[in-house]
C-alpha cells in the first residue's frame, strides 16, 4: 500500500482538475499518471452540492449569517434539512486566493480523515461560484475564545493537545511516503465543536511534501498570516514542516497569556513572548484569574516546549509529536492538581458521614480493604449493620500527595 499513496494523491489532483478546471492549465497541479479509481471518481460526484441548495441554506448568502471572513473570502453560516448545519465558504478571488487553492482544500480534505480536522460536507461548482461547504463548529475558533475568562486552563491545554494531534497527523501520519505542510497555522484556523475539541481549519494554501528525497525543504513563495510566519521561511523561501511548528509556538503563547497576535491593543508578539520566557518573567503576560489555576509543573512544561518551538534554528524546533508528548505531560501534571484540589473535600464529607454512623448505629464494623492499581491505591468501604442492609461503597483515589493519603488513614 504505502508504495502507491503518493501516486494516489496526484491522482486526486489530476482527476479534480480534470473536472473543475477542463480548460485550465495549473501548472504543477497537472500529472501524467492514470486515471483515478472508479470509487474514487464517485466519491467526488457524491460531494457536489448544487448552488440553489446553498443558497436556500444561507437564505442567500444573508449578512445576517457571516461567520468570518478571510483570504479565500466570506464564511457563511448556512442550514437545511439536507445539508443540516454547515459553515459555507464563498471563494472572493480580490482576497487573494483563487482556483488553486480551492482545488487544494477540497483535495486534502477528502482523502484526508482525523477527528481533530475539519469535515469537508461537499463543494459547488457552477458558473463562476467556487464554494466549500464544511461542517459547523458550533464554538468558533479559537481566536474568539482566546480573551474568555470562562476558557479555564485545562480546557486550553485538552485545545492545544486537539489541534497539536491534528498538525502530527499531517505532518508524520498521512502516509510513509509523503507528508502536509499547513502554511497557515493561527488561532482563527483551529475552530471548536460543542464540546471544545479543537479542528485544524482552512487547508487552501497547504503544501504536499515528499519524504523520500534528500531534502525535505520546499522552495515557496512566503505567506500566511504576519506574526505566526516562521522567520526562515519569510526571510528565504524554504518551507518545511518545521515551519508549522513556529507557526505552532506562538499559538501556544497566545493561548497561555489571552492574547492574539492580530489584535492591535495587547502589542503581542511571539518576540514579547520569548523575551519574557528567557528572563522569567512570564507571570507579567499571563492573565492573573488564569494564572492562579495552572499547577506550576505544567506551566514549566507548557512553556518550555512553546519556547522550543519559536527557536531560529529549524533543527532545534521540535516535531510535532514531540509537541504532542509535551502537552500530555502538561495535561497531566495539570489533571493531577485538580484530583488533589477536589477528592479532598469529598474525603472529608465521608469520614464524617462515617463518623455519624458510627455514633448512632450500636453495632458497626468498618473493613478497610486496600488494593494497589495502576495510578495509585483502591480502597473500599464495607459498611455492615444489623439494622441496615449491607451497603458496598467504592471509592477510586489517586494518591498523588501526602495529604491525601494521610487523610484517608484517619479513623
Known amino acids: 500500500m504505502c508504495r502507491y499513496e503518493a501516486k494516489g494523491i496526484q491522482l486526486i489532483v489530476k482527476k479534480i482538475s480534470n473536472m473543475l478546471f477542463p480548460d485550465k492549465d495549473l501548472i504543477g497541479l497537472q500529472t501524467h499518471l492514470g486515471d483515478i479509481p472508479p470509487s474514487s471518481h464517485e466519491d467526488l460526484k457524491q460531494l457536489k452540492i448544487p448552488l440553489h441548495e446553498i443558497i436556500r441554506a444561507t437564505n442567500n448568502f444573508s449578512t445576517d449569517n457571516i461567520l468570518a471572513t478571510g483570504g479565500f473570502g466570506m464564511v457563511y453560516r448556512g442550514q437545511s434539512e439536507k445539508l443540516g448545519m454547515v459553515a459555507v465558504k464563498k471563494l472572493d478571488r480580490g482576497h487573494g486566493q483563487g482556483d488553486r487553492e480551492f482545488m487544494t482544500e477540497i483535495t486534502l480534505l477528502s482523502a484526508y480523515k482525523h477527528e481533530n480536522i475539519v469535515s469537508l460536507v461537499g463543494y459547488c461548482f457552477e458558473d463562476e461560484e ?168 505544567c506551566l514549566s512544561t507548557y512553556s518550555s516546549i512553546a519556547y522550543k518551538c519559536l527557536m531560529k534554528q529549524r533543527d532545534e524546533r521540535p516535531t510535532m509529536g514531540r509537541v504532542v508528548d509535551q502537552l500530555e505531560e502538561a495535561l497531566d501534571y495539570q489533571q493531577v492538581s485538580c484530583v488533589a484540589t477536589s477528592v479532598t473535600p469529598h474525603l472529608f464529607r465521608l469520614l464524617m458521614i462515617i463518623s455519624d454512623i458510627k455514633f448512632n448505629v450500636c453495632t458497626f464494623h468498618l473493613f478497610f480493604n486496600r488494593e494497589l492499581v495502576d495510578l495509585g491505591m483502591m480502597y473500599t468501604f464495607v459498611l455492615d449493620t444489623k439494622t441496615l442492609n449491607v451497603t458496598l461503597l467504592m471509592i477510586s483515589v489517586l494518591l498523588y500527595t501526602k495529604e491525601i493519603f494521610s487523610l484517608i488513614r484517619m479513623r
Not at 479555564?152 to 497539536?164: G, H, K, P, S
Not at 484556523?189 to 531534502?215: H, M, Q, R, Y
Not at 510566519?229 to 503563547?253: C, E, M, R, T
Request: net charge neutral; aromatic share 8%.
Open 130 to 297: 467556487r464554494i466549500l461547504v464544511m461542517k459547523y463548529e458550533i464554538n468558533g475558533s479559537l481566536e474568539a475564545h482566546l480573551h474568555n475568562k470562562n476558557l479555564t486552563w485545562i480546557q486550553r491545554l485538552r485545545i492545544c493537545l486537539d489541534a497539536a494531534n491534528g498538525l502530527k497527523y499531517l505532518h508524520e501520519d498521512v502516509g510513509s511516503q509523503h507528508r502536509i505542510i499547513h502554511r497557515d497555522v493561527k488561532s482563527s484556523n483551529i475552530l471548536l465543536n460543542e464540546n471544545w475539541k479543537a479542528k485544524i481549519s482552512d487547508f487552501g494554501l497547504s503544501k504536499i511534501s515528499l519524504t523520500n528525497v534528500p531534502c525535505s525543504v520546499i522552495f515557496s513563495q512566503a505567506c500566511g498570516t504576519l506574526g505566526y510566519i516562521d522567520p526562515q521561511y519569510q526571510a528565504h523561501n524554504h518551507l518545511s514542516q518545521k515551519s508549522d511548528v513556529y507557526s505552532f509556538g506562538v499559538v501556544l503563547f497566545e493561548v497561555l497569556c489571552s492574547r492574539s497576535v492580530n489584535a492591535r491593543e495587547y502589542h503581542f508578539s511571539a518576540q514579547l513572548a520569548q523575551s519574557h520566557y528567557e528572563k522569567k518573567t512570564l507571570d507579567e503576560i499571563i492573565d492573573s484569574g488564569l494564572r492562579s489555576q495552572m499547577n506550576s509543573d
